[in-house]
């Protein structure tokens, strides 16, 4: 069963495969190694014919597969509903599958009398069955009833009765739908009783059907209900009287109740009684007694329940829980003991013992010295006990009347024999002829038979009994002779025969405290003693679905479960919705929807997923004939993967073109070729704070405007920009005053302070890549720079500076001397302290620099 | 011995000459020396004499045979010397293969005995001829073994050593290094050429080449197998069959048959003689073979 067990997952299947695989090999070696492998080395001539690989080539994708495809999932979608979802439509009302469930629970019978009931079933059955198939079910069984035509279904309707046991809609509408094929719409009638609600979840049907209530409550007919909650046994079991202790308790409103409490056995009244509950009590205990004679033995053994009934002078909602069923209890019943006196003395009694424990248990002894006829007349006696093996002739205990005829069988009928030796000094042949004579049959001869002539002791009587077909009792198993005692069955007479093979005494062995308990339970064992002393109630079913498991005699004699007399209601927001209402004004009720298997969803998806397949399948064959088309593929690649490509260069961004035929090729190869910066000519000239234009590491302007708010401040943009690690460099005319504009706001406070400054000779624009003596000035104007965050993020140039540096150089007259070469290192320095910052301050370039100083 | 009670190759001497009574011996002019004569000869046939041609020194005229008839002769002297013979045997794993075999059939001799013999057998010849004989065992790691062999008694002594000790060449000769004249004039290659073209890498330049395919009669036979046995050789990547398989249609043999003939036409296109040697070839084709290669040798070089 293990193994039945096995969870197949990834590892298991990985490490049966790896065990299959060493099986296979070690198997394969067995036979690689048993073959007798010879070798024959002419055979690599076979190698030299073999011919070459085909060699591998690329063929064109299989376009026309995937066209197929496509075709396929189109003939899928127009001729077959597989592969599909579950989608919910609107249901052809001439089609519903309607099932009606009646709840017959004893809570039910508050609401309504079963004429209403039927009317009411019987009505929605006419409505329902006009849309479509109508069944029916009910509590009582598990069965569905479907009626062709009204007179069907009033037959029917006329057998329902409200039964005792407790149901729950769970388990009872669960069974029944399993044996339902379809159902589109189930109704419920019943009432709102929480005992029957309790675990339904209805919701969960609703995937499959509409579930609706059909609310019972057509004729409420009391508040209140009063019932018997408890019954208690109270005597012993030396009682000569029968006392119980009933209590009944009342659910519902609290109002004064009273009635009459009867005890009636086999339509005997035993008690009666009167009894009340005031307003303030939940509950009263009636007392109720009777003689022990009133109930002969007989009634008892008839196995009949004893009925209590409550009548309430007030009107009651529940009836059905006004009887209620118990054992009798406290009769006792006859035994009869055999027991050949040997003394006078009670101690010198081997059957005192036995006789004190069977009276404590409740039995009543009837003790003879030696088998009489009156011993033998008393007829339905459970028990009879023969202690024997003391006297000088074994007919004493053991007469020939034991015999078993056909008479006999009747008289001792279900009754049970004990063999017991009288003493430790009884014989044992003795017994032993008594129970070859007790199992013997009066047809035939009975003659000493030979094998007991050998049971002189404990052992060979055993080995006896053993013989003659009897079970071991007690005991090791297989040690015939540790056994308590050995049994054996008359088939045709049920008569049982338990044979001890030891005394029972409390002398002999058993003691006082052990011998009572084995004696109990080898009766109870034996099923002659079968109550407990104290409290025995008939069962009470909870639930009506589990009919099946349950013994049918119970099921008619049980009692009506608490939690259905409680009068306890769910709550109505957890119940389906109800249909009564609308029963009234629809001419009958159609599910709003039903489950139906669509196949498009799923189509529609493949179709999609075709089509992209069939995209790229004509992309790469375009790419596959023409292989030139390389910038194709990667735009084609470059659109999946989102390549932002103006990030790989810097730009002269924010540059306002005065002059838009300026150029800068010469620029852009000067700059590449002398340092490792991807320089990109291009300007950004769509001036924008929120663009692209603040993604850059610089900025190169030739007007304050742009970088200024309506106020003449410096953008907050733009500050932002700079504490980031923005290099702003602005080139023309620009008065000290329009700079100090710019640095007012942002550049006062105590963490960010800083003004305007000339750019010293040994600032980092002077050695950052070249070393230069000088930066070209016009008119005197000196470079001015803001230091900021311990770095120069912002330049001004006295002059246009882009002019001077564009293919097209236009010197003014002041910087006449000033060469090309200049205005290229100069405009590198510029870009490696925007990019870079001072680098050359790193003590790991210092020797480098040096160097290069000296 | 053939089961008729014919001499095959595997019953080869080396001693054993040639039989001079058959006609190529007979009509050879002389047995002394393969490649060039010894020894000056008189001899008024125009054998090594020619007819005068302007431009011949008057000296080098035969007067004596113009005077005879009248005819302007000139005498050519020639340098003469013995041949550099070199002798190979493929001393390879696949040479010494020698299967258990469960049938009743004689356990044929190795391939290596079959060859050993031939080329002691040439050896022989070649010795006796005066000529310069080198006798080499190629191993399967291209390595080489040498012996030379200066003359009948040198060949006599290895032939005993390798019949004593079954022709087990590892016990006789140990790897040198050899440098292989370029002037190889005769070159013969004993091998089951099984181990790839090795011969090619060693005697490309030699005047004169003759191959000695050897084979072993099992392997030119499938009588031996059975049919559930399973033959393999791993040499190129792990090659397996069963019996039946190479049995069924008489596989093994067809396929042995295609690859020897095209062996053989690869030998003849560069100029290689071919004989396929085996166990069970008679001693009398090996002879009429080695009759053969000295006229044509000898045609060649007139």
């Known amino acids: ?854 | 011995m053939t089961e008729l009670g014919m001499a095959t190759i595997a019953d080869l001497n080396p001693f054993e000459f040639l039989d001079l009574a058959s006609n190529s011996i007979k009509n050879d002019m002389r047995m002394q020396g393969s490649f060039q004569l010894l020894l000056k000869r008189p001899s008024k046939l125009p054998e090594y004499s020619r007819q005068y041609t302007q431009g011949d020194p008057i000296q080098l005229i035969d007067w004596k045979a113009y005077a005879r008839n009248d005819q302007l002769i000139i005498q050519q002297k020639r340098n003469e010397s013995g041949a550099r013979v070199v002798i190979a045997i493929e001393a390879t794993e696949t040479m010494n293969w020698a299967p258990e075999i469960k049938k009743q059939i004689v356990q044929p001799p190795k391939k290596m005995e079959i060859a050993c013999r031939i080329a002691m057998h040439l050896a022989f010849l070649h010795t006796r001829m005066g000529d310069y004989v080198q006798l080499l065992f190629v191993l399967e790691d291209a390595k080489v073994c040498e012996l030379r062999m200066k003359n009948g008694a040198d060949v006599k002594d290895l032939f005993n050593k390798l019949l004593n000790l079954n022709f087990n060449i590892e016990k006789v000769v140990a790897p040198s290094f050899v440098e292989l004249s370029s002037q190889v004039d005769i070159a013969y290659w004993i091998g089951d050429l099984l181990n790839g073209e090795l011969y090619k890498e060693h005697f490309q330049r030699a005047k004169y080449q003759c191959m000695f395919h050897t084979l072993s009669s099992l392997e030119m036979s499938t009588d031996w197998m059975e049919s559930d046995q399973c033959f393999f050789d791993e040499s190129n990547g792990a090659n397996e069959k069963i019996g039946k398989d190479l049995m069924e249609n008489k596989r093994l043999l067809a396929k042995v048959h295609n690859w020897s003939n095209q062996l053989k036409q690869e030998c003849l296109n560069s100029q290689w003689e071919y004989l396929m040697v085996h166990d069970h070839l008679l001693l009398g084709v090996y002879f009429q073979f080695i009759g053969i290669l000295s006229r044509e040798r000898k045609s060649r070089w007139k």
């Open chain 1, 1 to 854: 069963m293990e193994m039945m067990n096995l969870f197949l997952n990834a590892g298991s299947s990985a490490i049966g495969l790896f065990l299959l695989a060493i099986i296979s090999g070690v198997i394969w070696w067995f036979v690689r190694t048993k073959k007798e492998r010879l070798w024959l080395p002419i055979l690599r001539i076979f190698e030299k014919e073999n011919k070459k690989l085909p060699k591998l080539e690329m063929k064109k994708p299989p376009i026309l597969s995937f066209l197929f495809f496509a075709l396929l999932m189109l003939c899928l979608f127009l001729f077959t509903l597989q592969p599909s979802l579950k989608e919910f439509v609107k249901l052809d009302p001439s089609l519903t599958r309607t099932h009606l469930f009646v709840d017959l629970s004893p809570s039910v019978s508050e609401a309504t009398t079963m004429k209403e009931y039927v009317n009411h079933v019987k009505e929605l059955w006419q409505k329902q069955s006009q849309r479509g198939k109508v069944t029916l079910s009910t509590s009582r069984s598990k069965d569905i009833f479907y009626a062709n035509n009204i007179q069907e279904l009033d037959k029917w309707l006329e057998t329902l009765q409200f039964h005792k046991t407790g149901m729950r809609l769970s388990s009872m509408i669960g069974q029944q739908l399993e044996l339902l094929n379809d159902v589109n719409l189930l109704v419920v009638f019943s009432d709102q009783d929480a005992h029957s609600w309790n675990g339904f979840n209805w919701s969960y049907l609703r995937d499959k059907m509409d579930v609706k209530y059909f609310p019972v409550n057509f004729s409420p007919k009391a508040k209140t209900n009063a019932y018997i909650s408890q019954t208690r046994y109270l005597s012993t079991s030396d009682s000569k009287t029968m006392d119980w202790d009933i209590t009944i308790q009342r659910d519902g409103s609290n109002t004064f109740r009273s009635g009459k409490l009867i005890a009636e056995f086999q339509s005997k009244i035993l008690f009666e009684s009167s009894w009340e509950i005031a307003p303030d009590r939940k509950d009263t205990t009636v007392h109720a007694a009777w003689n022990q004679n009133l109930v002969s033995k007989e009634a008892y053994i008839a196995n009949e329940p004893l009925n209590w009934k409550i009548v309430s002078e007030e009107s009651d909602a529940n009836e059905i829980d006004n009887v209620f069923y118990t054992s009798l209890l406290g009769v006792k019943q006859n035994i009869v003991l055999i027991n050949d006196i040997n003394g006078e003395h009670f101690l010198e009694d081997a059957s005192q013992d036995i006789n004190s424990i069977l009276q404590v248990l409740g039995f009543h002894v009837e003790r003879y010295d030696h088998v009489n006829s009156i011993a033998l007349s008393q007829s339905n006696i459970p028990l009879k006990i023969l202690l024997g093996g003391g006297s000088k002739d074994f007919n004493d205990f053991c007469p020939e009347s034991f015999f078993l005829n056909e008479d006999t069988a009747k008289l001792t009928d279900k009754s049970k024999i004990w063999l017991i030796p009288q003493n430790s000094e009884a014989s044992y042949q003795q017994l032993c002829l008594c129970a070859s004579r007790l199992i013997h049959r009066k047809n035939q001869a009975w003659s000493k038979p030979s094998y007991c002539e050998d049971s002189v002791d404990k052992n060979n009587f055993a080995n006896v009994l053993r013989s003659i077909g009897a079970s071991q009792v007690g005991g090791k198993i297989g040690y015939g002779t540790d056994a308590l005692a050995w049994i054996m069955k008359d088939k045709l007479s049920n008569r049982e025969i338990l044979f001890f093979t030891v005394p029972l005494s409390a002398r002999n062995g058993f003691g006082y405290s052990q011998l009572p308990i084995l004696l109990k339970e080898v009766l109870k064992w034996q099923g002659v003693w079968q109550h407990n002393a104290s409290v025995e109630n008939w069962v009470r079913i909870n639930d009506h679905g589990i009919i099946d498991q349950l013994d049918l005699t119970l099921l008619q004699k049980s009692n009506v479960p608490q939690s259905e007399s409680e009068m306890k209601v769910a709550e109505l927001s957890a119940l389906p919705p109800g249909i009564g209402l609308e029963l009234k004004n629809a001419e009958a009720f159609t599910p709003s929807r039903e489950d139906k298997d669509n196949p498009l969803p799923v189509l529609r998806i493949i179709l999609y997923i075709v089509f992209f397949l069939v995209m790229i399948e004509l992309i790469l064959l375009l790419i596959a004939q023409n292989r030139k088309s390389k910038a194709f593929t990667g735009l084609f690649f470059a659109l999946f993967l989102f390549v932002n490509f103006d990030l790989y260069g810097i730009q002269l961004a924010g540059f306002k073109l005065q002059n838009p035929s300026l150029k800068y090729d010469k620029l852009k190869e000067e700059v590449e070729s002398r340092t490792s910066i991807t320089f990109q000519k291009d300007l950004i000239n769509n001036y924008s704070l929120d663009g692209q234009l603040l993604r850059q590491p610089w900025m190169w302007l030739d007007s304050l405007q742009p970088i200024v708010d309506e106020q003449g401040d410096l953008h907050k943009k733009i500050f932002y920009w700079l504490k980031k690690g923005g290099f702003l460099v602005l080139q023309g005319n620009f008065s000290r005053m329009d700079l100090d504009r710019l640095t007012k706001n942002h550049f006062t406070n105590s963490s960010y302070k800083s003004e305007w400054k000339s750019l010293p000779p040994d600032s980092e624009l002077m050695r950052s890549f070249y070393l230069l003596d000088f930066l070209p000035e016009c008119q005197e104007a000196s470079w001015q720079y803001l230091y900021f965050d311990k770095r120069i993020a912002v330049v001004v140039i006295p002059f246009d500076f882009l002019k001077l540096i564009s293919d097209h150089t236009v010197k003014p007259s002041c910087l006449a001397n000033f060469s090309n070469e200049m205005a290229i290192r100069t405009f590198v320095n510029i870009l490696m302290v925007a990019t870079t910052t001072d680098y050359k301050k790193d003590q790991i370039h210092l020797p480098e620099i040096l160097k290069r100083l000296r």
